[in-house]
């Protein structure tokens, strides 16, 4: 979001408060025009949840394509700015203070709102939301919700549900996001830097069970966007993989699960990339990793299509840029200093090289933030505003502004701003600069209508304990106590292992769902099921599946394989096979889909048309213990 305060302490000297405020002048606001109506009932309808993923889009329970045209409707998340008496507004982001709640409802009744994001052409709404929220008891005052007066005695997260409301029945789609930790404006040095900055892992996925079963039965609530702008404190990075306590891609695979699992199968699941890493000085490293660490580990969900990655976007940072000004600023572009090409190279490398389609983190790219001021002036930071919303435009992205609502003479970033009289004043206005490239984000071309499926590839670690993602092996309890495990999730096989790393790699290409009815599976610990005469891989200890069975999974003990984990097949499976050998090189079919699902080992891979059937691997002394090879079987 804009007024970025990123602190950081060096390793040799005192702390770098990093300060980076967005332009803060407003814009002269002309007389609001009338206000048209909202959505018909028709309108509203015309989409049916839950939304799930084909490919690099999201579509709707017909398969028709839903592209999130959405913005950030802020407040619930905070806006006290950390210091001084939080009754006193100028403590408050922009002078705002949202008491905890969506902001605008002092002003403006809901219906009213609606209609205004109707008119902006948006369907769908992030609504961020803080810990402290959830777990606050007291009611708000009277004066936060002076246009809506029915709200008037609840608590901050009883109107958060009646905004929810409001906003699913008047046709809007509703991403939840779990903006902050506590209730004070991000994203700096505040307690909120990572999803368990001030408070356990175990109890901010509590918080996300608590939340997605609230809204369950709303299928319009259609996400759970995991945390907010995730980066450094003072003292340490994020990661991703690491798997400590700061392992942001663990956490999220922890979270996704759980909702999955124990609260709403239904609701997409949104992870943001990595925003900052390192100290912002020169000649020290520093960037902003956003979604690159997914190109060598992304994540596989019980519910293999539900995956949405999101990334954020403003003018004022940068790929290696904190967005500060004065102490703390480092020679380093921001994205508005880039060039039209430059930009377009930027937000293909950290984000949109995402939606690429075949490859293991192929999935659908939210910008689920970017933005700018109406009162800029700036060359630059308007030509980069047009520039990015050009390529959102031509590349048929699914993007999020932020923020949707503010008041008049204070933030004037938000598309609509409102004064105390409730007129709208924004980015509906002729004379608001930012209306034409707003408009041309609108209006150009888009994907409409049903949307082919698509193979889908997932990837399988066991770098750090089990990834079992199969619904259906989870239900037949520990089929190897002890070992690391992982299998596919319901759906996929797997048709691909790495050499050392304890990666796999899972399909439906050429067959889709293989597996027969019912849970059945074979856990194989030894060469029981390899026939007479059918070796085929000599000197080598083999698992291999019964007949008619396919490799769903595998397990290990330190390097060494301990088990092959095999279902039934639904059809007659082909018995003509090969051995594909990967102890020393990879060996993957010509051009194969996937991509580099274990970056730096040697791998091998079945080819679309095969399934795999057995794993090989030795214990002869000096050697790996790992898979050498796998027994590749036409699928008919």
Not at 43 to 49: G, I, S, T
Not at 227 to 242: C, F, H, Q, S, T
Not at 483 to 492: Q, S, T
Request: some cysteine; proline content about 6%; charged content about 20%.
């Amino acid at each position: 979001m804009q007024t970025k305060v990123d602190q950081y302490l060096t390793g040799l000297a005192a702390a770098l408060v990093l300060l980076a405020t967005a332009p803060g002048a407003v814009a002269a606001a002309p007389q609001p025009p009338t206000r048209t109506a909202h959505a018909t009932d028709q309108e509203a309808d015309a989409w049916q949840p839950p939304l799930s993923t084909r490919g690099r889009y999201i579509v709707d329970a017909t398969g028709r394509r839903f592209r999130l045209r959405s913005a950030n409707w802020d407040g619930a998340q905070g806006s006290w700015t950390g210091s001084g008496s939080t009754a006193d507004p100028a403590n408050h982001h922009a002078g705002q203070n949202s008491y905890g709640i969506p902001l605008g409802l002092d002003r403006v009744p809901l219906p009213e709102l609606l209609a205004d994001f109707h008119d902006l052409g948006i369907n769908s709404i992030r609504l961020p939301f803080s810990n402290e929220m959830i777990h606050a008891t007291a009611a708000v005052p009277d004066a936060a919700v002076t246009a809506n007066p029915q709200l008037r005695g609840r608590t901050p997260l009883q109107i958060y549900d009646a905004v929810v409301t409001a906003l699913t029945q008047d046709g809007f789609a509703v991403v939840l996001n779990n903006h902050t930790n506590t209730s004070r404006w991000c994203c700096g040095i505040d307690g909120n830097e990572r999803w368990n900055s001030s408070q356990s892992t175990g109890q901010w996925a509590d918080d996300w069970v608590f939340m997605a079963r609230r809204y369950a039965s709303d299928p319009r609530v259609v996400g759970a966007d995991l945390y907010n702008e995730v980066r450094r404190d003072i003292l340490d990075d994020p990661d991703w993989g690491a798997g400590d306590e700061h392992d942001w891609f663990a956490a999220a695979q922890l979270a996704a699960d759980r909702i999955l699992t124990e609260a709403n199968p239904d609701l997409l699941i949104v992870i943001e990339g990595i925003n900052w890493t390192g100290l912002p000085v020169d000649g020290l490293p520093h960037g902003r990793p956003t979604l690159t660490p997914a190109r060598t580990l992304s994540h596989t969900l019980v519910a293999t299509h539900k995956l949405v990655y999101s990334a954020h976007f403003y003018g004022y940072t940068g790929p290696h840029h904190s967005g500060a000004t004065g102490i703390g600023e480092t020679h380093d572009p921001r994205y508005q200093d880039l060039t039209r090409e430059e930009l377009y190279r930027e937000l293909t490398d950290e984000a949109f090289f995402i939606t690429e389609e075949g490859r293991h983190y192929t999935a659908p790219v939210w910008i689920s933030e970017f933005g700018i001021g109406a009162g800029e002036t700036g060359a630059a930071a308007r030509t980069w505003f047009g520039n990015i919303t050009d390529y959102f435009a031509d590349h048929d992205a699914d993007f999020a502004y932020w923020p949707l609502v503010g008041w008049e003479g204070h933030d004037d970033w938000a598309l609509l701003r409102y004064d105390t009289e409730g007129h709208r004043h924004g980015i509906l206005d002729r004379a608001d600069w930012r209306g034409t490239a707003w408009s041309h984000l609108m209006t150009a071309p888009t994907h409409i209508g049903p949307v082919a499926p698509v193979p889908t590839w997932r990837m399988l670690t066991t770098d750090h304990g089990d990834q079992v993602q199969s619904l259906r092996v989870r239900a037949g309890g520990d089929w190897d106590p002890g070992a690391y495990k992982a299998a596919c999730p319901d759906g996929l096989r797997l048709i691909g292992l790495s050499h050392t790393a304890g990666r796999g790699l899972c399909t439906d290409t050429g067959g889709g769902d293989l597996r027969a009815e019912g849970n059945a599976r074979t856990v194989v610990t030894d060469e029981r099921h390899v026939p007479q005469g059918g070796d085929w891989a000599p000197g080598y200890t083999k698992f291999q599946c019964p007949s008619g069975q396919f490799l769903i999974g595998y397990s290990r003990r330190g390097g060494r394989v301990s088990a092959a984990l095999c279902a039934p097949a639904r059809i007659a499976l082909g018995g003509t096979g090969r051995t594909v050998w990967f102890d020393r090189s990879d060996n993957r079919p010509a051009e194969a889909d996937g991509g580099d699902y274990a970056y730096g080992d040697y791998k091998g891979q079945c080819a679309d048309n095969e399934y795999a059937a057995g794993i090989a691997f030795t214990t002869r002394l000096g050697s790996t213990a790992g898979p050498a090879a796998v027994l590749c079987r036409t699928l008919s």
